[in-house]
């Protein structure tokens, strides 16, 4: 998690994931369009990861609040298609934050296959952004769209990577030039 004052930790936190309520809760039933009303045990809901996390963690005796599932853009299909080939996903689509959402929902599961399957990924995926940051030419034509399906973490590798590589063709370009 980022400092309290971090944009990237504010946005991943609001980030709604689904949940299923253990227990009936009184008053929240405008959760799920019925104000005024209970959110009654077994319904499901799609709450902010931050809210999730605090339900989940905080159970009534020894029973939870409620259920966190796993999102969308954690789904098998998107698993596999990131075992298939991760550079083909267009993580920003899953989730603008995907990076930082998976870690911050997988400190509430034990799901070391799709750690396994993440950091697989973010070490490909980190390939090609320092392939097309290094290459101009690359980021220009055909890596386009893999360019767009960046997350913000893998946008700000590449950023970070294209202003290290014009740095040293700066630099290069100077020690040529002394005699």
Not at 69 to 76: C, I, M, V, W
Not at 99 to 109: D, S
Request: aromatic share 8%.
């Amino acid at each position: 998690m980022g400092s309290y004052y971090d944009i990237d930790a504010i946005l991943t936190d609001a980030q709604k994931l689904p949940c299923t309520f253990e227990l009936d809760v009184p008053g929240l039933g405008f959760i799920d369009g019925n104000a005024g009303g209970d959110m009654k045990k077994g319904s499901q809901a799609s709450l902010p990861l931050w809210l999730c996390g605090f339900l989940a963690l905080n159970p009534i005796g020894n029973t939870p609040i409620l259920n966190l599932d796993l999102p969308s853009s954690l789904a098998p299909r998107v698993l596999n298609a990131l075992k298939a080939d991760p550079r083909t996903v267009d993580l920003r689509v899953l989730a603008p934050h995907f990076y930082e959402l998976a870690a911050r929902t997988l400190e509430f599961f034990e799901e070391n296959e799709i750690v396994d399957v993440l950091s697989e990924t973010f070490k490909k995926r980190a390939a090609e952004i320092a392939d097309h940051a290094h290459n101009t030419h690359g980021a220009m034509g055909e890596g386009v769209e893999f360019l767009r399906g960046l997350d913000e973490m893998e946008r700000q590798l590449f950023r970070g990577a294209h202003e290290s590589s014009k740095a040293m063709r700066t630099w290069t370009d100077e020690v040529k030039k002394k005699p």
